[in-house]
């Protein structure tokens, strides 16, 4: 059964460093999302894309952070200069396009810990 | 007001009880429902959408009252396997497919 996978599973980066997260989505998938779960907090939206650009983004997503298709399979979220309050489970998801109620395939996710 | 709000649990129920989750969102916009099972420090993973006719899946009944924002899920003769975190998850018409997660009621089945 396909499914999504990120990479690294742990990404441990001191404050003020760029990380790069990575994320291979289904591959007949035409959405592509980031959300994130700090720790005992609830998973929260970070962005959405679609057709190479960002359809919506949350308040979280500031300046700091970005999104990129760089070429047809890889689905990457950077953060430019890290925060100790970035430190959370990040995962990554992908769904078809068409029905309302499509379903929204998450991946493993990365922990990133911002020491 | 929360958007998506869920008692925090956990239920600690035994093997073979039958358990039910509620779950109440504020946004009126609210167009699909979903709950999705999480066990620890995993990702999220669809149990099963929420019809508003109401809609059933082997041990697994939810429902959907849409007049009074109001979802729940019944689990039928808990299994050990069924202990995990269950979130309740909405989207909003015109929300670019993004959900919204509620906090997620925690049930611990025990022998």
């Known amino acids: 059964e396909p499914e999504v996978t990120q990479t690294p599973s742990h990404q441990v980066t001191q404050m003020g460093q760029e990380v790069i997260l990575r994320c291979v989505p289904i591959?007949?998938?035409?959405?592509f999302y980031w959300y994130r779960q700090i720790l005992g907090q609830k998973v929260e939206f970070l962005v959405s894309?679609?057709?190479?650009?960002?359809?919506?983004k949350s308040e979280i997503f500031d300046d700091q952070f970005s999104v990129e298709r760089p070429d047809g399979s890889n689905f990457t979220l950077k953060i430019r200069s890290t925060k100790l309050e970035d430190s959370a489970m990040y995962f990554c998801?992908?769904?078809?396009?068409?029905?309302?109620?499509?379903?929204?395939?998450f991946g493993p996710g990365t922990r990133l810990t911002v020491l | 007001r929360k958007e998506v709000e869920q008692d925090p649990g956990p239920f600690n129920v035994p093997e073979g009880a039958t358990v039910a989750f509620n779950c109440t969102y504020s946004?009126?916009?609210?167009?699909?429902f979903f709950w999705y099972r999480q066990d620890c420090r995993k990702e999220p993973k669809l149990l099963m959408s929420?019809?508003?006719s109401g809609n059933e899946d082997g041990r697994f009944t939810a429902q959907l009252n849409r007049a009074s924002q109001y979802i729940s899920l019944l689990i039928r003769d808990s299994k050990l396997s069924d202990s995990a975190t269950y979130l309740c998850?909405?989207?909003?018409?015109?929300?670019?497919?993004?959900?919204?997660f509620g906090a997620g009621t925690r049930l611990a089945v025990h022998p």
């Open positions: 998850v909405v989207r909003v018409s015109g929300g670019y497919n993004k959900l919204i």
């Open positions: 894309f679609y057709n190479n650009e960002i359809s919506e």
């Open positions: 946004n009126s916009a609210s167009q699909s």
């Open positions: 591959s007949n998938h035409l959405y």
């Open positions: 929420v019809y508003s």
């Open positions: 998801a992908s769904s078809r396009p068409g029905e309302a109620n499509n379903e929204q395939f």
